[in-house]
């Protein structure tokens, strides 16, 4: 996706609102997540959100999505959002997300969804690191903090 940063989307500073980045990544990612699995999806988790540089007015952003995993109902999607300066189309890094999409049915319940091909190296790494965050957002589920 590309957005361009417009003044309804700045704070009085001139960066683009937290809230609304994270709204943009939540769309890039369902995106991803239903052209793979072919059926409506929701957010489950957000596992990771960095803000690692700003979106300023005139800035455009560019939005990027990549399904990492697949398991048995849900799917990791990374996103990564980069700033274009528009005048020198250089781009740098402004936040990294890591979320979780489950896939509904008709009924709105969760279904399967299909397997990811995994095709090189860099997917088969992404892929064992979203397997291993699964294992650890579900241990933290199974045992909450006091």
Known sequence: MTELVLPQHTNALGTVFGGTVM???????AIAA??????????????DLTFVGALRL????????????????SVEVAVTVEQEDLRTMARSICVDALLTFVALDE????TSVPPL????????????AAHSRREARLARRTHPKT
Not at 36 to 46: E, F, L, M, S, Y
């Open 23 to 29: 709204a943009w990544i939540d769309i890039a990612a």
């Open 34 to 47: 239903q052209r793979h699995c072919g059926k409506t999806v929701v957010t489950a988790a957000v596992d």
């Open 58 to 73: 005139g800035d455009i952003a560019r939005i990027s999505a990549r399904v990492n995993a697949t398991f048995r109902s």
């Open 107 to 110: 009924k709105q319940k969760p």
């Open 117 to 128: 091909v995994l095709e090189n190296a860099d997917d088969h790494a992404h892929s064992a």
